[in-house]
């Protein structure tokens, strides 16, 4: 177990490099009796296709998944599901100018290191095409959350410095089907528009944008996440900043806590609930029955048209500037790929508090 | 494995209650021929005891631990490490007020609806006692880290709102020695003078202060770090947000490169090495042979005097003043635990690699 | 995780049902930089295929395999390596009469309660088809132990109740090409004469035939396993248990220990080594540098044409006829089987030392 | 996880050496509400005391043990349960004849090689004595076990070529208390007779003798194993091969089965059950509701008064005469070791179970 599975009741191993014969996952530990076909995992994968906004490359994935196992008449098994999604847009060629050179901001330079060989083929495993197995693997996790009474969305809060409107992020407002139908997944259309216009501003530049995506967790029941290093808190940050995008997680208040007062970090409790969520639904690593709230940092995309100063495997100094499809920010395509890991890491905790109160 | 068990090749498992007889941890997978001693263990257990500054509770713990198997004239054997930590001042008596009683801001009620039994003896399993086992373990992987050549060094950044000189926290210029003698280890004298008067006005109004603690790991060689789940900074956030203080980790910009763009964020490489480092030491879950950069964000202690809203296990409404001795914020006797966490990945990725290049 | 992975560094997750589209293996951990192509793993596979004997079904199946990521310019990048076989000739009509039938010795009752769901074609996951996908994966694993210098081979050892001749099993004297070209796997061509005359008398009993199958690993190096649970013994037996056919596991002397005196049973050591191997190899769990010798009892194929006594899912007494294209004895099939088990364990073990003596 | 820990949601860890201050496990996943006292515990150690019949050695070992966490009012709490046993007779000079002696047998040869360093006293790590560890932890198992409506008996088959009457090891006749007040655990009298005759004349020999032990799982339900690595019989195979004395496991009819036709092996199906048990109870890796049967092989004990043939670490030949207090066989004392692994087992499996059916 290289590092390419994750979870441990429900367990999700990915594979696949961008420029190989295809991707893919295989999801271990589905409960059987669960209602399961290839369009329940292609609407996920399909909000993640390239070329749906200006944000995005115009790479043209039809992203089309086979299931191979662990189906049978339509619902689940129990024995392991595989998903397998064929690359059909990877033009080997494309990369041949990169061959020897380390993109600044990829992998490329760790890779190397790392195992000693180079597959430069548009970053191989590091490159953002393996989340398109997240996706699938979590959109089957999603069967499990919604079974369970939990729903997970996530939406684009903060994208080239315009932040969306906070009072349109409450949860009791978010509206999943109004999101998705949003171009930048923003909750504020106002905001939205601004941050397609900085998209667009970067794009000019041959530059590319940073920004900030935020899920929320309905219907969590109290009691999910084990001490003391598997807490629930722990797990999703874990599972987060495995995104290669991600560079910070943070849970209900966030950093903010750091200028905050016992008094006023503190969620009081009623006999109607608590009075306020700075917890963020977590409280020591284990789920409230509040809502969960959680941010991340995604970094601007690393691949950019403007000149770069870089070195190859040889040492020498290179001025790169990067051609070929790519995107501008990672939002929105991002947005289903960090509802996939939090799905997963629900649907692993879910199975593992079951196992507790026996 | 029900959670309280990190690592893969490098493991530890903790255990134990803040008013049982004891706590403590198996450190399993150290490599034989290591020196290692209850001293080397004292001397990061004893930065984390209360007592020693304004922050903390005036609890008085000895924390002596002593090892109990794995250790054989003074070198490691490569079997397991059991060590041990009596409890010393544990008053069984001091909680009973709280016995029905749902503290805000701690586990009490999210343990109640786990395990659907009541411990309400100082936290129990929630309590920051726990943690004093995850620095003991943490000893010994420093012990391993340091043969690697690496160096974890943790330090105050912010509290109560008062942020270090961001030109004493730069990573050539930290001084462990220096720091650890700071009463609130942080490298800004300055600021530490202004945080202590922000300590001592919260204490006086029964109060508590969140912060800010920075992580900077100096020597660790490039090629760390297991693609897709298992990412070097994807373990290092999930170790991080499992203490249970911890609501957010940032990595290198961290948060910042929400606002950033591509031109800016990439760090450029040269024959020399790279001109900067907003990845913070990892690309793509890997480490680059940079100082690693890490920022935690710690929530003010939940025990405060002050009069607070809550319930009791019946649900009927109390109000809440917090006795006993308590710590007016978890810095500075979070930094060495924010050390252990790190020290103990870095361990288990550290002898993964070996297994890589073989 | 759900039991569908075995190994800790090098590991292998498997899927797939015997009439679902396909069936393959994930191997994650093979370290980077081997030459593997698809080749190698067709041997293995060509000797687990039907049809090779008179003790085997007429279902033909190509068995062609597919590698989809982790192999880059004919070596492997560190990167998990996913092996896909389509399951060619899989009559999805030839088991309807079994629908609600519970064959007596098939899973079909166990699995049937185990996950409330009934998948009648064949088998489903608990068809010999699977081990398809263990062969392949072990053919990687056979990659790693040839460069660690180590060679694995299996053969048929008794079959029926007719034994090879002890004196040609001895592993200075076992030649792979020699036994491979046997039509049973057996050493001893007199004996495997004697075993195909019991196979088609079984077979025109219509009944089948239970055997044995021993397994020699040479150039071991001592060290391999680790205590006290992962002893390399304790997972060659999981490993060879978890073959669906396999009722019994012994290494070295195995059963007749019980009958020896420690005086027998010790194997002297001497300045030019041990004298005997009783231990078969593995002393204290761990690798003494000899031969490793296990044996495996091999229960008869419990698809049989003779009338059996048996019950539907209603709980009606049913009498079973089995039809359909089904092997006398799961010798030879299973000998790369086993061998594709303990290469695998083996490889798990070698790259585990690697991060001991560091 | 260097392997000194067994189990995926109920597991326990060991550490300790024989001659280092203590020893014991922490068990991980003990589900909440269990009463549980030390008294539980000590009992199942006492069965496994040194001293209590003419197979044992005199060396005194109260092996009383101590409950530090997890237990609150008598009940666990969920949390990790650690349990410490005091090594009260390790006598640190007597084995300094042993220095620089492998002895033959036993792990000095292996752990030396492994680890590259050497600990002599009395085995270490791979002592008999880590063994108290596990019966501790398989005393908490036995817990839930009972709770499940499950029980595990362990008895005494075959001592020195003298095998218990099978007509008195019928799962139905099985009577544990009886069992366990027999000086050898052996549910035929006149056996066991024969037994102490063929022990006393070993002892006289300055030798030792090997066994076999059986174990019964009465009121398994069915559905208990995971496939298609974590079968039930693939799981309590590698448990019990990781028993240091054990050579071989056998289920069901075992090794038998190799030389039986299918008619013979299927266990035929009626409306009222099975009519026979073949299969002991597993059946393509899942628990069928039948009683489960296990047969392990033990060796002799390797540290016999005989002279015997070996070599020093400097690989000098040494004529080796073992003097100290060592038992003539493992049977009887390892007979509680064995339940404890089949109880550890079993408790993991139907925890995971409960999150299979959801």
Same sequence: chains 1, 2, 3, 4.
């Avoid at 299931?67 to 689940?76: A, C, P």
């Avoid at 979590?138 to 969305?153: L, N």
């Avoid at 495995?242 to 016992?262: D, L, S, W």
Wanted: hydrophobic share 40%; with cysteine; net charge negative.
């Amino acid at each position: 177990m290289s590092g390419n599975t994750i979870g441990v009741l429900f367990s999700v191993t990915t594979w696949g490099e961008s420029h190989g014969p295809a991707t893919g996952a295989i999801v271990d530990g589905c409960p059987p009796g669960i209602d399961l076909a290839e369009r329940d995992i292609q609407g996920a994968l399909n909000r993640r296709r390239p070329g749906l906004s200006d944000a995005s490359s115009s790479r043209q994935e039809a992203d089309a998944v086979e299931i191979l196992s662990g189906v049978f008449d339509g619902r689940t098994t129990g024995t392991p599901i595989s998903l397998l999604i064929r690359n059909k847009d990877a033009r080997e060629g494309e990369y041949d100018a990169l061959e020897e050179v380390f993109r600044p901001g990829h992998g490329d330079f760790t890779y190397f290191h790392k195992y000693g060989v180079r597959d430069h083929r548009g970053g191989g495993r590091a490159s953002g095409r393996e989340t398109a197995a997240r996706v699938a693997a979590g959109a089957v996790a999603a069967k499990i959350i919604d079974r369970a009474g939990m729903s997970v969305t996530a939406y684009t809060k903060a994208l080239g410095g315009i932040v969306a409107d906070a009072s349109l992020c409450v949860a009791d407002m978010i509206d999943s089907e109004k999101i998705r139908s949003n171009e930048l997944c923003c909750p504020d259309p106002e905001a939205a528009a601004g941050m397609l216009e900085k998209l667009r501003e970067a794009a000019r530049n041959g530059d590319s944008l940073g920004g900030i995506v935020e899920i929320v967790v309905r219907g969590c029941p109290p009691g999910l996440g084990e001490p003391v290093f598997d807490k629930l808190d722990a797990d999703l940050a874990g599972a987060l900043m495995g995104i290669g995008t991600v560079k910070g997680v943070e849970i209900g208040a966030g950093f903010e806590v750091a200028q905050m007062t016992g008094s006023q970090a503190n969620d009081p409790m009623t006999p109607e609930g608590f009075t306020s969520n700075h917890a963020g639904g977590i409280l020591a690593g284990i789920s409230t029955g509040q809502d969960i709230v959680i941010r991340v940092a995604c970094k601007p995309i690393a691949s950019i048209a403007k000149a770069q100063q870089t070195v190859d495997i040889h040492g020498k100094p290179v001025v790169l500037n990067v051609k070929g499809r790519h995107d501008v920010s990672v939002i929105p395509r991002i947005v289903p790929v960090c509802e996939a890991m939090v799905n997963i890491v629900l649907a692993d905790h879910w199975l593992r508090q079951k196992a507790v109160r026996v």
